[in-house]
């Protein structure tokens, strides 16, 4: 069974800055995509950033220029920093993973989320 574990995330002043962290356990064989995605209050989930399988990054036009992903082989682990935030960020942020698992079976797993909230 693969885990997700967040950490990261709290509240910040407008133009502040954040970290999330977040780390697989569990037996994957191979990643497929890895990234983190947010549901503001009222709103749909919706993409932030990932990484794809073949290494490049997407993110969301909202947050270009402001927000990086970084991944982390070893751990399995992807990272978000988040600079200039803006209190549209507001947000549960949750952490993603689509991978094949060591019994090659193909999943789609999510952290529990972490809120991010930003003060005007």
């Known amino acids: 069974q693969v885990q997700l574990v967040e950490s990261g995330g709290g509240l910040v002043q407008s133009g502040g800055s954040l970290r999330l962290s977040c780390v697989a356990s569990?037996?994957?064989?191979?990643?497929?995509?890895m990234g983190w995605y947010r549901q503001g209050p009222g709103k749909q989930r919706e993409l932030v950033a990932v990484?794809?399988?073949?290494?490049?990054?997407n993110y969301a036009d909202s947050v270009k220029g402001r927000f990086t992903i970084s991944r982390d082989n070893a751990k399995n682990g992807v990272d978000l920093q988040m600079n200039s935030l803006k209190p549209e960020d507001t947000a549960v942020y949750y952490c993603?993973?689509?991978?094949?698992?060591?019994?090659?079976?193909?999943?789609?797993?999510w952290g529990q989320g972490t809120q991010v909230t930003v003060s005007s």
């Open positions: 990484f794809t399988a073949g290494g490049s990054t």
């Open positions: 569990g037996s994957v064989f191979s990643v497929r995509a």
């Open positions: 993603n993973l689509q991978a094949i698992t060591s019994t090659r079976a193909t999943i789609s797993a």
